[in-house]
């Protein structure tokens, strides 16, 4: 295993009072790409070895959670196809569904879209002892409503530039957020594109702005970036989870979370994570 990512990488923003300026395509200047770690696809046997005492680490975590109050906020976002809803499955396999809560909003309404943006969100926010898993969040604005034009280019900005405050808000108010980015190759969501197509039991998977995501790769590419260099803050920063193998992908990113409690009878060897899975935006643009 490698040594494990720094509490603070060495970019994170600081939020002050004003607003930062903003502009789209800062990210991809500044970013030089790190190549995409080797490995073999771990096989099954491997992968059920491993994942069933994970199972029982967060069953422990999320009963400290309750019993001490924790709130938290765990934001699932990357490329379509990346597998956010199915890591989000294996995480609360086993957890007590009292006790937390999973996200997954559909396209706002006609009357949602008359709202303040963050309204329709802010009602799912968990309360003390509770979990909120969020498959897709309000970075919707900065990287899918973008890219879609399903929002203006002022406001999409303007949200880069006011959610670093709403965070830290929150994390002043006792939330601890941690902000997962699933990250795939092209040809490898071209490959989940096909097996959604082909399987009736998949078909439901696929959306229109699914449909047109290997067209726009380089566009989502820029927003990515954009989203890492402006909204990765020493409050909320981003964590990348290479996802081309969906097995190391849960893995990886159930331990990432669980490295970052104190609970009681924590199995501190178990949940040591691989640093060529898990990145911090500045590893992953090339920036330390």
Known sequence: MSKEISGKAKRLRKITPQWMDVEFGEGSKAAKRQPWPKFKR????????????????????????????QKIVLIFEGRDAAGKGGTIKRFVEHMNPRWYRIVALDKPTDRERTQWYLQRYIHHL???????????????????ERVMGFCTPEQSIQFMQFIPHFEQSLTQAGVKILKFWFSVTKEEQLRR????????????K?????????EKWDEYTKAE?????????????????????KKQMRLQSIKYFLSQFDYPDKNVDLVKYDRDFVRSTDEEMGLE
């Not at 771990?42 to 109050?69: C, F, N, S």
């Open 225 to 245: 970036e954009d989203l890492w260099y402006y909204t990765s803050t020493e409050y909320a920063p981003w964590t990348v989870i290479h996802a081309v193998d």
């Open 206 to 214: 696929l959306s229109p702005v699914d449909k047109v995501s290997q």
């Open 42 to 69: 771990m096989k099954e046997p491997e992968y059920l070895e491993v994942i069933d005492p994970l199972h029982l680490e967060l069953v422990k975590m999320q009963a400290w959670a309750r019993e001490t109050g």
């Open 193 to 204: 594109f096909n097996s959604r197509r082909e399987d009736p039991l998949k078909q439901w």
């Open 126 to 144: 968990p309360a003390g002892g509770e979990i909120t898993f969020w498959d897709r969040s309000w970075y919707n604005r900065a990287c899918v």
